[in-house]
């Protein structure tokens, strides 16, 4: 069976943990440098756990999954078995971020927002992998495969596109629901209201072929009276104002190209 | 039994004989200019149907559930029975759309996406309601009462900002959504990637207490290398690298305020 080490203690971590245990191949040692948080996340699949650079388990592979600017740091501070495989999971970094030591080096990046409490389904979630040896491809391919069954090879440049598209689609959409917060407060009113409108929203672009066929609202109607009226209702609100007018310019312009 | 006619054909108006219907008090007739529609829509319920303003059925309620900017010319072609009360759906309407020798005037918006195709369920739909006399508001309750069990009086004023609120949550999302896919063509992969992640996404929103408690990504970690990478790999789209730009400062800055 291969042997997999986890390296970071953050909600990708755990949600790797979760996903190879589940899989049948739990991880032979997570490394994590606070210990509770190690601990914590070794308890899930009752496997090792280590907080000192020495302490790093012989292992085929290695995924740090730890945050995007730690990368470089946490890979250059460990001596990794020379056969061995290091991957990161970070969706705009490329293979250059490991020291020249490391020579099979791979990528291995889930289009997905993990977050503290909820357990996500890593079988449904797109894994784009990544290789600078075949070696270094066929173990990334077999881990990732155990993980989902929607693994997809891709370069570092496409990948960082993919990962700039879930900034919008994921991190965007999430702070379009927290000014819609904002906005129902000043109305007197609270989250709740926009709870049902948010779920429906999501659930039909999932069921639809393309977002832009279930497009609706002011905007793509080119409605000006209630856009003025809303533009006219953020003038205390430069920086909302000025997202609404460019959002709208923006849906206007793609209803017209599709 | 209250009599109810509803008046428009298209998905509000749909979602409205549906609910209706569900409630148990189907609306004694659909009214649409077209006929195809208004056959299609009255079937749903086994009402009777009309296109001709003269044909319009003796009722207590009528709402007009037509596009915004239809809704005062709509409003102006019938003559309404004088005790009746005459309700439109909109959000950024004001009650001063109808014709003076209509009293008794009202509001039910439903703070809800309604698509062809899909139906929601409306007894979770929250309605803002709002009424020009006593007895109007009276009736509108009642009527909104029946479709759903989150019903709330609001003002003209305060249900415009909700609606605000509603075109950041519903439309700009989607359109998140819609850039992500466009984003996803340029990586040579396709929509099919991010929809895990858009069902997530707003999964998350929806359980947490309030979205800025599950932002996540760049933005919010004010993580700048990432955020330049993605913004100059923008470059050539400057729409969306301004969109980019103001609404990673806005989640900076929201993030700052919780």
Same mark, same amino acid.
């Given at each position: 069976?291969?042997?997999?080490?986890?390296?970071?203690?953050?909600?990708?971590?755990?949600?790797?943990?979760?996903?190879?245990?589940?899989?049948?191949?739990?991880?032979?040692?997570?490394?994590? *440098?606070?210990?509770?948080?190690?601990?914590?996340?070794?308890?899930?699949?009752?496997? +090792? /756990?280590?907080?000192?650079?020495?302490?790093?388990?012989?292992?085929?592979?290695?995924?740090?999954?730890?945050?995007?600017?730690?990368?470089?740091?946490?890979?250059?501070?460990?001596?990794?078995? %020379?056969?061995?495989?290091?991957?990161?999971?970070?969706?705009?970094?490329?293979?250059?971020?490991? %020291?020249?030591?490391?020579?099979?080096?791979?990528?291995?990046?889930?289009?997905?927002? /993990?977050?503290?409490?909820?357990?996500?389904?890593?079988?449904?979630?797109?894994?784009?992998?990544?290789?600078?040896?075949?070696?270094?491809?066929? =173990?990334?391919?077999?881990?990732?495969?155990?993980?989902?069954? !929607?693994? *997809?090879?891709?370069?570092?440049? *496409?990948?960082?596109?993919?990962?700039?598209?879930?900034?919008?689609?994921?991190?965007?959409?999430?702070?379009?629901?927290?000014?819609?917060?904002?906005?129902?407060?000043?109305?007197?009113?609270?989250?709740?209201?926009?709870?049902?409108?948010? +779920?429906?929203?999501?659930? !039909?672009?999932?069921?639809?072929?393309?977002?832009?066929?279930?497009? #609706?609202?002011?905007?793509?109607?080119?409605?000006?009276?209630?856009?003025?009226?809303?533009?006219?209702?953020? +003038? =205390?609100?430069?920086?909302?104002?000025?997202?609404?007018?460019?959002?709208? !310019?923006?849906?206007?312009?793609?209803?017209?190209? #599709?």
């Amino acid at each position: 069976m291969k042997k997999i080490v986890i390296i970071g203690s953050g909600n990708v971590a755990e949600a790797l943990v979760r996903g190879l245990s589940g899989a049948g191949c739990p991880p032979v040692q997570v490394w994590a *440098r606070g210990r509770t948080k190690a601990t914590d996340i070794a308890r899930l699949c009752g496997c +090792a /756990f280590a907080t000192e650079v020495k302490e790093l388990a012989p292992a085929d592979v290695y995924i740090i999954a730890v945050t995007d600017r730690a990368i470089r740091q946490v890979a250059a501070s460990f001596n990794f078995p %020379p056969d061995s495989v290091v991957a990161h999971t970070a969706g705009s970094v490329g293979m250059d971020v490991f %020291p020249p030591q490391v020579k099979n080096r791979a990528v291995l990046y889930p289009v997905q927002t /993990f977050t503290k409490g909820r357990t996500v389904d890593f079988s449904e979630t797109p894994l784009l992998i990544e290789g600078s040896s075949q070696y270094a491809l066929r =173990q990334v391919t077999e881990v990732a495969q155990m993980l989902s069954d !929607k693994v *997809r090879q891709m370069s570092s440049e *496409r990948r960082m596109m993919v990962h700039a598209a879930a900034v919008f689609a994921c991190n965007f959409a999430n702070h379009m629901y927290s000014v819609g917060e904002e906005l129902t407060r000043e109305a007197g009113a609270d989250f709740e209201i926009l709870k049902p409108l948010i +779920a429906e929203t999501a659930g !039909k672009a999932v069921a639809a072929r393309s977002p832009c066929d279930v497009q #609706t609202g002011p905007a793509v109607r080119n409605d000006f009276e209630t856009r003025s009226r809303h533009v006219e209702l953020l +003038a =205390q609100k430069p920086y909302l104002q000025n997202i609404y007018i460019n959002i709208s !310019k923006s849906i206007w312009e793609t209803s017209k190209k #599709t």
